[in-house]
């Protein structure tokens, strides 16, 4: 990403398509000169630079002697905006045409267009926000569900910076306990000292180990669960699809082979994101298009997080359904037995020789029946039945990263004390960890891969 902090950059910050506004954002030194040159205000003894900050004002953008549209413009002055540079921010009519050339105007006028993130990351090297923090706000736009959205606004708030801070303050009590020591040796507190810094970092590691833990839940908040629905023909998987969607998605038939192609939809189930795929009735079949489709299912049951199988409880089990049940061996599986309305022919003993019994569900998806109980065991199979701790952090893969390379650096300097090492090596591992935590916060972190994290972003933010 070229950067020059010089510049003042603009974007469209609003999305392209109709709409009843649109913003294009300014940011830099120049942000007020450049609204001087193509901005009045209703008010034509009013001048720019003397506009009052975070105020919003009436009136027009010129290109020269030329109208280009009626606005309302938010001036905000620097340190106290979202990249703390002055910020100049016009909310036009929406549509392509009009927020364009608002933008055109701008560019004309000494403006240079913005990178992808660039906003935000000029906040980050401005300080008002970390590298966490600004991770934060990409989960904050991409967030499905409302606890997703909760859980990026802690990130946002500082509740992963904070954590971080405290180990990191930690590990700097320790060594600076430690450094005494080598200073002063006359004291012959050298055994002592590492006693604590043993007793001490075995509390911070446990912290981590939390921290850690909790990754696998931030990824399903933020990706969601990668979910197919599997059976042989003319179970109810279509019908399952519409019930949990709210509408008529696949079409639902009592001819065989209807769905061949996959059906791909996003749900949430009490606030889970699943990305739900539809799949083709696996069964032997001479017709080589279903045929095709069968071999995807297949392929989707191999690579998914979560398989739904669905068995006609109403009628006997057949060799297909067992088909299907070896094929999710080994994977996270939830079995529903489904058309419990019509009567019951399948023993729930025959499918527990497949699956645990407590992922064995009798539901009516046309009827509306026990779908309460897959969804209570969703959350159980995903979440141990709590997925709203107020306490818990979400981590993503980057940070997991860093805390298990930091975490490491502790478990040696543990092994150093037991093996009766200089105190001065225990330090060199303390102040690994310690950097390793400074990579979450961005601030001993290489460029390439700031950039490729700002890069992320949608342009204007």
Same mark, same amino acid.
């Given at each position: 990403m070229r950067l020059n902090l010089g510049d003042t950059i603009v974007a469209i910050a609003t999305p392209v398509g109709s709409g009843g506004i649109g913003i294009v954002r300014i940011s830099g030194d120049d942000s007020v000169k450049i609204l001087s040159k193509i901005f009045k205000s209703v008010n034509d003894n009013k001048k720019v630079e003397k506009i009052k900050s975070h105020t919003i004002n009436y009136g027009y953008i010129y290109d020269g002697d030329k109208l280009v549209d009626e606005v309302l413009v938010s001036v905000m002055k620097a340190p106290k905006t979202y990249t703390k540079?002055?910020?100049?921010?016009?909310? /036009?009519?929406?549509?392509?045409?009009a927020v364009n050339k608002v933008l055109e105007t701008v560019i004309k006028n000494g403006g240079r267009l913005a990178d992808r993130g660039e906003f935000t990351k000029r906040g980050f090297l401005n300080g008002r926000i970390d590298l966490s923090?600004?991770?934060?706000?990409?989960?904050?736009?991409?967030?499905?569900?409302?606890?997703?959205?909760?859980?990026?606004?802690?990130?946002?708030?500082?509740?992963l910076s904070n954590a971080i801070k405290e180990y990191r303050e930690e590990i700097l009590l320790m060594i600076a306990n430690i450094e005494v020591s080598i200073d002063y040796p006359e004291h012959e507190l050298e055994h002592e000292n590492n006693l604590e810094t043993e007793k001490k970092t075995k509390v911070l590691i446990k912290k981590m180990e939390k921290l850690i833990s909790n990754f696998d839940k931030g990824k399903i908040i933020r990706e969601g669960i990668s979910t197919v629905i599997l059976g042989k023909p003319n179970v109810g998987k279509s019908s399952l699809l519409n019930n949990l969607v709210g509408e008529d998605k696949a079409i639902v038939t009592d001819i065989k082979g209807t769905t061949r192609d996959a059906i791909v939809e996003y749900i949430n189930i009490k606030d889970i994101p699943l990305k739900i795929i539809d799949t083709a009735g696996i069964r032997n079949t001479e017709d080589i298009i279903e045929r095709k489709g069968v071999e995807k299912s297949k392929e989707y049951a191999k690579e998914a997080e979560l398989c739904f199988v669905v068995i006609d409880i109403s009628e006997k089990l057949e060799d297909e359904d067992k088909e299907v049940l070896k094929i999710v061996k080994g994977k996270k599986v939830?079995?529903?037995?489904?058309?419990?309305?019509?009567?019951?022919?399948?023993?729930?003993?025959?499918?527990?020789?497949?699956?645990?019994?407590?992922?064995?569900?009798?539901?009516?998806?046309?009827?509306?029946?026990?779908?309460?109980?897959l969804f209570e065991r969703l959350e159980e199979?995903?979440? !141990?039945?709590?997925? !709203?701790? !107020?306490?818990?952090?979400?981590?993503?893969?980057?940070?997991?990263? /860093?805390?298990?390379?930091?975490?490491?650096?502790?478990?040696?300097?543990?092994?150093?004390?037991?093996?009766?090492?200089?105190?001065?090596?225990?330090?060199?591992?303390?102040? !690994?960890?310690?950097?390793?935590?400074?990579e979450i916060t961005g601030e001993n972190l290489g460029d390439n891969i700031i950039d490729k994290i700002f890069s992320e972003f949608c342009l204007g933010k």
């Open positions: 540079e002055d910020v100049v921010e016009i909310n /036009c009519h929406g549509g392509i045409r923090q600004a991770e934060g706000i990409i989960d904050i736009i991409n967030a499905k569900t409302d606890l997703g959205h909760n859980r990026a606004i802690k990130i946002l708030e500082g509740s939830i079995v529903l037995l489904n058309k419990i309305d019509l009567g019951k022919k399948v023993e729930v003993k025959e499918i527990e020789k497949y699956v645990d019994k407590e992922d064995i569900i009798e539901i009516s998806a046309k009827k509306d029946i026990g779908l309460e109980k199979k995903f979440f !141990d039945g709590d997925i !709203d701790g !107020d306490e818990e952090i979400y981590i993503s893969n980057r940070h997991k990263q /860093c805390l298990v390379k930091a975490k490491m650096s502790l478990e040696t300097v543990i092994e150093s004390v037991n093996m009766g090492m200089e105190e001065d090596l225990l330090v060199i591992d303390l102040k !690994d960890s310690y950097d390793s935590l400074l």
